[in-house]
Nanobody, 123 residues
């Protein structure tokens, strides 16, 4: 069992930055590919970024490419999402998730989820 706890959300202005963190419990963090998803009320949860177990490979949604960076520190059992050049349309609840599969944008592949952290970007 892995428990995930996100932090770092909040209010930012358009063009600003935020860094989200996701701390994982347990000693098997490096066994999981990790991903960040986001969800707006009334909409489906969508993939933002993913990173392989070792951190060697990453994947991004088109909306995140060039602005967001996913990284992980397996020694600290933590995955990060650095978000730059934020836009109002980035406003959502952001979730981190763990998958036993490789890096994937498929929501169903992720078996562990955090509780989410709210990100609000004002124009």
């Amino acid at each position: 069992q892995v428990q995930l706890v996100e932090s770092g959300g909040g209010l930012a202005q358009a063009g600003g930055s935020l860094r989200l963190s996701c701390a994982a419990s347990g000693r098997t963090f490096s066994s999981y590919a990790m991903g960040w998803f986001r969800q707006v009320p009334g909409m489906e949860r969508e993939f933002v970024a993913g990173i392989a177990r070792s951190g060697a490979s990453t994947d991004y949604a088109d909306s995140a490419k060039g602005r967001f960076t996913i990284a992980r520190d397996n020694a600290k059992n933590t995955v990060y999402l650095q978000m730059n050049s934020l836009k109002p349309e980035d406003t959502a609840v952001y979730y981190c998730a763990g998958s036993l599969r490789g890096v994937t944008s498929t929501l169903a592949a992720y078996i562990y989820w955090g509780q989410g952290t709210q990100v609000t970007v004002s124009s």
